[in-house]
């Protein structure tokens, strides 16, 4: 479908565009009736992707091939493109519980990463300058690869069809930097394929994943070893790798490591001791080994290690051979862990260390169905009964205003607050929202509170005050970036949380996630970074955009999409630039701030100016946003009113705030007069979420 189109869409321009068949002089209705006509011959497709075809014909001529087989042949090109270090496609073997092979296509990462520093000069500039900042990768200092799988479903939830899901994994450094992390074109896809055919396959995804890193880590080429030698602009640098984490959801992780999650007795994969709130052992243990998962003291958690869950999986397998089925079922139930052949724990090559690299992803455990979604329902249930509401909240939130670049991705979650919505969230007693929504919400919804106790003078009220330190972790949690999150000050933060929580709603909507965040400070100091996965749920959108197209699922279609992926992963590289810049220009400047910056800048060789820019590699703010920047010791406020580039160097145009007040979570700014001064870019700590009264501004928070 999505050749045709293209084949079609290619055939009927380069037609339309042709000199014999445009009249000398066309007038505007002519043209308007011409593009109907050109709009009716296509295939449905969208306005944008025929805007920028129609501009691509405009600029340049239209490569001469129109028939679906020339498309394909340009789509395999990065695919079949042949480095030092092979195809950048592979396919490798799986065995099936048929007894068949599957051939599984994949994008191997050592091809992909040598072809994508010599494609694209901003990435391999970006990876010149690390190897300069923290040092190139040595065999006794390997730099770090993190590792990301998760089930994409492409197609309508409602629909019940869902034979286009497949399994997503993707691969990236560590050294590159939690903001880095962030940006979608730095991390790689390493296979696409349908979950089908993975249940089809002896051992599922985890024999899948160990099969993965023996080609990562054990083919021809080896990382840790040998190394990897890659160009990066005439400067020849040879990289070493190692595994350092493996992050995911709840399920992901359960499959990768073979653990049973809240089904089991024990449904931690990381604690021996403890049970499901439904266990009778605890009971019945004089010796007062066991805890349940309400436990919040983590003295008494027994911890497993890499050795002990290893031990585990090789035991069942042992077991396997001269248990019962009833009596494998019962084990496995009590352990946490299930028998999987060819799983990723048996390994004997890999040495796999589950314990060491599994990382849960904080943004499942709060945001996503989580802890955070679960504390607002049980706190705006309490709040209901004292007259404070969901309309009273939507009231509230729809007088904030959040960074421009938010708003435009209708990621601020003003929309929620619709009555057959709010009517589901109270009878569950659950806030549902996308992950995105949450985090846009969170300081306002606590910011209403904070007003709404003060005005019922319920200063002290507890069901509130645990919304408030669900709130304090989750500021910890955003610290992690900026390094000014500690394991010690996360561990406090969360367990203040969770005893109060205990204290005010019980445990009856205590779920295994409230467990699973008490591990995160462990994880922060071990590995010194966590990362959230909003960027593998941005990079699942292409994924999905690619395989709508693809209907018929018979035949390569982990092939095809990952090829597409390929294909367009390459292209995002090209334009990719990481140093500060202007994102968006302006048409006109007027002479008179013309004459005000080249008084500004009188030895600049360069000058640009735009009304949205990069104060960093990888964060933007824009006109009309507020934003907090860090002056010496002194932090203060100021209005976004245009961006300079002069020289290499990005400096905005801002209009200061005089700070009047602030507390905990707010701040309040007068405006003074409208003298505009010049703030340095990297001063800018980020843009806020705030609110106009007047000529005061009200601050929440950088986002």
Same mark, same amino acid.
């Given at each position: ?129 690390? %190897? ?52 979608? #074109?730095?991390?790689?896809?390493? %296979? ?49 790798? #190692? ?189 549902? %929202? ?50 000014? %999150? ?152 100021? #209005? ?64």
């Amino acid at each position: 479908m999505a050749l045709s189109l293209l084949a079609l869409v290619a055939s009927v321009v380069v037609a339309v565009g042709h000199p014999t068949m445009m009249a000398a002089v066309e007038t505007r209705p002519a043209k308007m009736a011409r593009l109907s006509r050109l709009r009716g011959t296509l295939p449905q497709m969208s306005q944008t992707a025929l805007a920028a075809l129609l501009a691509a014909a405009k600029e340049a001529p239209l490569p001469d091939v129109s028939r679906r087989a020339d498309v394909r042949e340009a789509k395999q090109l990065a695919a079949r493109t042949l480095t030092p270090y092979g195809p950048v496609h592979a396919q490798l073997p799986m065995l099936c519980h048929s007894g068949a092979v599957k051939l599984v296509e994949v994008q191997s990462p050592w091809p992909m990463l040598h072809l994508a520093c010599q494609t694209s000069e901003g990435f391999s500039s970006f990876i010149s300058d690390l %190897c300069g900042n923290v040092g190139a990768p040595t065999i006794q200092s390997p730099w770090g690869l993190i590792m990301y799988s998760d089930e994409v479903d492409p197609g309508d939830p409602l629909m019940g069809k869902h034979g286009r899901k497949y399994q997503a994994v993707y691969w990236s450094i560590l050294e590159f930097g939690a903001s880095a992390l962030s940006e979608e #074109e730095l991390w790689f896809t390493f %296979c696409t394929v349908r979950s089908v055919v993975v249940r089809q396959m002896v051992g599922g995804m985890s024999a899948l994943m160990a099969c993965l890193l023996r080609h990562m880590f054990h083919g021809v080429h080896s990382p840790s070893d040998a190394g990897i030698l890659i160009d990066l602009g005439g400067l020849q640098i040879r990289f070493f790798f #190692e595994l350092r984490q493996m992050i995911g959801d709840e399920l992901a992780l359960q499959q990768l490591n073979c653990h049973r999650g809240a089904s089991a007795e024990v449904p931690c994969m990381f604690c021996m001791n403890v049970k499901s709130k439904r266990s009778i052992d605890v009971l019945h243990d004089r010796a007062g080994y066991f805890v349940l998962v309400t436990c919040v003291d983590c003295e008494k958690f027994k911890f497993h290690s890499d050795v002990t869950i290893r031990k585990i999986a090789f035991d069942l397998r042992d077991r396997s051979s001269v248990e019962t089925k009833e009596g494998m079922k019962t084990l496995q139930k009590q352990l946490g862990y299930s028998y999987i052949p060819n799983s990723l724990l048996l390994c004997p090559v890999l040495k796999y260390k589950p314990a060491t690299l599994t990382v849960y992803d904080w943004m499942h455990c709060f945001l996503v169905d989580g802890v955070f979604n679960i504390t607002v329902g049980q706190t705006m249930a309490v709040a209901h009964k004292l007259g404070v509401s969901y309309k009273n909240m939507a009231s509230f939130v729809a007088t904030w205003s959040w960074p421009r670049r938010l708003t435009q991705k209708g990621a601020i979650g003003k929309d929620l607050f619709k009555p057959s919505r709010i009517a589901t969230w109270r009878k569950e007693q659950k806030f549902k %929202c996308s992950a995105s929504e949450a985090l846009s919400l969170y300081p306002v919804m606590a910011a209403f509170l904070q007003m709404e106790s003060t005005r019922l003078g319920l200063a002290e009220n507890p069901a509130f005050a645990v919304l408030y330190l669900c709130c304090d972790v989750l500021d910890h949690l955003l610290c992690i970036p900026r390094g000014t %999150c500690t394991p010690e000050g996360l561990a406090e933060a969360i367990v203040s949380f969770l005893r109060l929580y205990k204290l005010v709603f019980g445990e009856k909507h205590w779920t295994p996630k409230f467990h699973s965040i008490l591990h995160l400070p462990r994880m922060l100091a071990e590995h010194k970074v966590i990362i959230p996965c909003f960027v593998a749920e941005r990079k699942h959108k292409e994924g999905k955009r690619i395989a709508g197209y693809l209907h018929n699922t018979s035949v390569d279609f982990e092939r095809s999409l990952l090829e597409d992926i390929t294909s367009n992963h390459l292209h995002a590289l090209r334009d990719f630039v990481v140093k500060p810049r202007i994102c968006s220009g302006i048409a006109r400047c007027s002479e008179t701030l013309l004459a005000q910056l080249q008084a500004s800048f009188p030895d600049a060789i360069s000058l640009q100016v735009g009304k949205r820019a990069k104060f960093n590699q990888f964060n933007e703010t824009e006109v009309g946003d507020i934003v907090l920047a860090q002056i010496g010791n002194h932090v203060v406020a100021a #209005e976004i009113c245009g961006a300079i580039v002069a020289d290499g160097a990005v400096f905005f145009l801002v209009s200061k705030l005089k700070l009047i007040s602030s507390e905990k979570r707010l701040s309040k700014w007068q405006r003074v007069g409208q003298e505009l001064r010049l703030l340095e870019g990297v001063s800018i700590l980020g843009p806020c979420v705030h609110r106009n009264d007047g000529d005061v501004v009200v601050v929440i928070r950088c986002v």
